[in-house]
C-alpha cells in the first residue's frame, strides 16, 4: 500500500494526551524550547511559521517570547484545539507543507516532527529549500531512524529490523518514516542550507530499562539529557534529531 501523507483527524485528543501528556513529550518540549530560546536570544521580534505544529504549544511559547507566530496544519481537527488554547494574535491556517508558498516572508520556520509522517519527506526538504529566503532560519526535528533501529536491537525485535522497520498494519500515532540524521544532513547540504548546530532529542530517556524512572527521576534525567544532546556519540542516539539551519 503507498504511504499517504498523516492527517490526525479523528484522533486529536489521542495525539494531544500521547505526545504532551506523557514524560517523553514534556521532555522533547522542554529540550526544544531551549534550544529555540538559545538560538533566538539576542534577535529582534522574528516573523516565525511553523509548519505542522498541531495545538500550537510550540507557537504559543514562541509567541510569549515576543515573536510574530503563524501556525499551520493539515489537521482541522487539531486546529480547533489550538484556536481554543491560543491567543488570537498567532495566525491559524488550515494547510500541508506543500501548499505553503510564502515561505521567504518569514524570519524562522519550524518544522518539527512532520518530515517522519510524510509519504515524500525529501519532496519536502526540496520545498523548503526552494521557498525560504537567503538569510532565513529552519528549526528542524524528525524521528531518528538509526535510533529506532538500536533501539529495537535493545529490544530483541529482530524480525522487525529484518523487515526493514515495517508493518503490515500502520498505527496511526507511529511515524512512519524515520530518517537517517547524515542522510537528511546531506541533503540539506545540497540544498543550500548551513548547519549551525545539532543534538539529539531524547539520548537517553527512550532507552531506560526501568520505565517508572522516567517520571521518578525526571529532573535528573533532563540534566542528563541538557548536558549529552550535543556531544558524540550521545546526540546521535537522540530518538528525535534536531538541526538548527540558516538559508543561504
Given at each position: ?88 494574535a498567532i495566525d491559524i491556517r488550515q ?74 498494519n500502520q498505527v496511526r500515532l507511529n ?74
Amino acid at each position: 500500500m503507498a504511504l499517504k501523507d498523516q492527517s490526525f483527524n479523528g484522533l486529536a485528543h489521542k495525539f494531544n494526551r500521547n505526545i504532551y501528556g506523557t514524560t517523553k513529550g514534556q521532555l522533547r518540549h522542554t529540550l526544544l524550547c531551549e534550544v529555540l530560546s538559545e538560538s533566538l536570544s539576542g534577535l529582534p521580534p522574528q516573523r516565525i511559521i511553523e509548519l505542522g505544529g498541531g495545538t500550537g504549544v510550540m507557537s504559543a511559547f514562541l509567541a510569549a517570547q515576543g515573536h510574530h507566530l503563524t501556525l499551520t496544519d493539515i489537521s482541522e481537527e487539531i486546529l480547533a484545539l489550538a484556536r481554543e488554547q491560543l491567543d488570537s494574535a498567532i495566525d491559524i491556517r488550515q494547510a500541508d507543507l506543500f501548499s505553503v508558498n510564502e515561505l521567504g516572508d518569514f524570519d524562522v520556520v519550524v518544522c518539527h516532527a512532520v518530515l517522519e509522517w510524510l509519504a515524500h519527506p525529501f519532496d519536502a526538504l526540496a520545498h523548503l529549500g526552494t521557498q525560504m529566503a537567503p538569510g532565513a532560519k529552519l528549526s528542524l526535528t524528525f524521528f531518528n531512524r538509526d535510533a529506532a533501529l538500536f533501539s529495537n536491537a535493545i529490544y530483541g525485535n529482530f524480525d522487525y529490523i529484518a523487515r526493514g522497520m515495517k508493518v503490515k498494519n500502520q498505527v496511526r500515532l507511529n511515524p512512519q518514516q524515520p530518517l537517517s540524521p547524515k542522510v537528511v544532513i546531506d541533503r540539506l547540504e545540497q540544498l543550500g542550507f548551513s548547519i549551525k548546530s545539532m543534538r539529539g532529542i531524547r539520548c537517553f530517556h527512550d532507552y531506560l530499562r526501568d520505565k517508572d524512572m522516567a517520571a521518578s527521576h525526571y529532573e535528573e534525567l533532563l540534566a542528563l539529557e541538557r548536558q549529552y544532546c550535543t556531544q558524540e556519540p550521545y546526540l546521535w542516539l537522540g530518538k528525535y534529531f534536531h538541526l538548527w539551519l540558516e538559508k543561504n
